[in-house]
């Protein structure tokens, strides 16, 4: 279940209840400093945070500070191995890099916009017989036959 926010001037604040105060309160989130407020009804604690916020920004420009934390659009994330294995093998097979599969999953996550990868292949079959080609491969040659499939190429009886 996800957390009431409240909203205003592009700030976030909390929306939590103290059941042993009897009391509504929160705080603003992404900024430098802890700013919280509360109240008695929830028309309250949307009014007390309002007023922090143009509080918190009168402050910090009779300060001269930035009123609100960057989100700078770098972050690190930790995770088992597994699944950086598995996400670098995913971003791998679509032919895209690792940061971008992530994004493109946050984005799917967070329901800001559908994103869907389409991949298509094509192949394409000679109708006439088709010479013997070889291919250098690390762990030997190969030849591509007329019949459209991959062979070993055999010397005296030996995979090359």
């Known amino acids: ?67 609100e934390k960057p989100c700078s659009g770098t972050f690190n994330v930790r995770v088992p191995p597994e699944i950086h294995r598995a996400a670098n093998l995913k971003a791998a097979r679509l032919g895209v890099p690792l940061n971008e599969l992530v994004k493109l999953a946050l984005s799917n996550f967070l329901d800001e916009k559908k994103v869907e990868v389409h991949h298509h292949s094509h192949n394409h079959f000679a109708e006439a017989p088709v010479a013997t080609i070889e291919y250098e491969v690390s762990s030997g040659v190969y030849y591509e036959t007329s019949e459209n499939s991959w062979q070993p190429s055999q010397k005296n009886g030996t995979l090359q």
């Open 1 to 67: 279940m996800e957390k009431a926010t409240l909203q205003y001037r592009n700030y976030v604040g909390t929306s939590e209840i103290s059941y042993e105060d009897n009391v509504l309160y929160g705080k603003i989130l992404f900024i430098n400093d802890l700013i919280t407020y509360e109240g008695d009804s929830p028309a309250e604690l949307k009014l007390a945070f309002e007023s922090a916020v143009e509080e918190y920004e009168r402050r910090c420009i009779e300060h001269g500070v930035p009123a």
